[in-house]
Structures are given as structure tokens and as C-alpha cells.
């Protein structure tokens, strides 16, 4: 059974960082495609970032390119989301994704996804 939980969500102020983890397991981690996706109240899911081809590709939306880096430990069989410059809009419940046979990117329907940790931006 596969099974990805989040952690290290919070409130924060706006300009500050947080770092997101997404430990997986019932996987072989390395050969897995992983992403993060949000949603803020009252909205859609929304794809924030993926990574595939093992850590060689990286893509981020644009409301978050230059300010969330996603990396990821497969010693450790965990994915990261690390994330700068925090704004109020970023305010969400941040999931972690994966699929096993495609690349999980700009897309929102990864064939798994974790219960989310809430992220809140505010002063």
C-alpha cells in the first residue's frame, strides 16, 4: 500500500520559509514521479511542482518559480518543498502526489496523493 504523509507545515509571516516533507512508503522510492500540488479555501487543486527523470527535471509554476525549490532524499524516502519569499496567496493545504507510470507534472490527478499539511501565510 502506497503511502506518502506530509509534515512541517504552519503558520509563518509573510516573507518567511518553511521546508515541506512527504515521507513515502510501500515503494520503491527512485523509480517514482512525484509532485506537489495546494489548495487554498475555496479554490481548485492547483499543481505547484514536480520532479522526474530521478532529480534531473524540475518544473514549478509560475506563481512559484524562484521562490519553492523541490528536492527529494531517496536514502530517506523523502520529497522536500522548500519554500522562500512566503505570500499570503501561498496560504494552502499542500499535498504530496506521485505516480508510478507517467511523470506528475501540471497536471493535479497523480494516482496518489497524502492528507496535506496546512500552510498559512500571515502577519
Known amino acids: 500500500e502506497v503511502q506518502l504523509v506530509e509534515s512541517g507545515g504552519g503558520l509563518v509571516q509573510p516573507g518567511g520559509s518553511l521546508r515541506l516533507s512527504c515521507e513515502a512508503s510501500?515503494?520503491?522510492?527512485?523509480?517514482?514521479?512525484f509532485a506537489w500540488v495546494r489548495q487554498a479555501p475555496g479554490k481548485d487543486l492547483e499543481w505547484v511542482a514536480s520532479?522526474?527523470?530521478?532529480?534531473?527535471?524540475?518544473e514549478y509554476a509560475d506563481s512559484v518559480k524562484g521562490r519553492f525549490t523541490i528536492s527529494r532524499d531517496n536514502a530517506k524516502n523523502t520529497l522536500y518543498l522548500s519554500m522562500n519569499s512566503l505570500k499570503p496567496e501561498d496560504t494552502a493545504e499542500y499535498y504530496c502526489?506521485?505516480?508510478?507510470?507517467?511523470?506528475?507534472?501540471?497536471?493535479?490527478?497523480?494516482?496518489?496523493r497524502g492528507q496535506g499539511t496546512q500552510v498559512t501565510v500571515s502577519s
Open positions: 502526489a506521485a505516480d508510478s507510470s507517467s511523470p506528475c507534472t501540471r497536471r493535479t490527478d497523480c494516482r496518489w
Open positions: 510501500g515503494i520503491t522510492f527512485s523509480r517514482y514521479f
Open positions: 520532479m522526474f527523470n530521478g532529480e534531473l527535471n524540475t
